[in-house]
């Protein structure tokens, strides 16, 4: 009975798995999202908290963390695909364009490759803003069995 509780947190399974499997996630970024994430990260570059000062860079006013919309791929990974159980081993992010409050990200994650013998999957990762894209990168899985 304990293993069958603990099989409802998984995932799909890697077996499940089938390339061009594709899943995403929605979230409106808010003046409270980056402040919170400033905190938490450390992250206090004022491009991000300084609208005074961030007025005056190359974005000519305040954007959020490029990892928060990095951290809504991890939130792709662990809650829908492949979910629960799934082990994230790497990630490489490249950033596009900014992110301001009010504006929603959506990322997106599309599997590309599965390697049977390491039960890992390779996967396209991309984060939108509307039509424009945010961000794009590649990240390795590592996924459950059976």
Known sequence: MADQKYEEFYGYRFEDLSEGMTAAFGRT??????ILFAGVSGDT???HLNE???SDSM???RIAHGML???FISTVFGTR???????YLSQSLKFKAPVRAGDTVVARVTLETLVPEKRKALFKTECFVGDTVVLTGEAEIMVPKR
Request: include cysteine; proline fraction near 12%; charged fraction near 10%.
């Open 69 to 71: 919309s990095a951290s």
């Open 59 to 61: 974005f000519k006013g």
């Open 29 to 34: 970024v808010t003046e409270s999202d980056i």
């Open 45 to 47: 570059n004022p491009v």
């Open 52 to 54: 005074a000062l961030a």
């Open 81 to 87: 695909l492949p979910g629960p159980g799934c082990i």
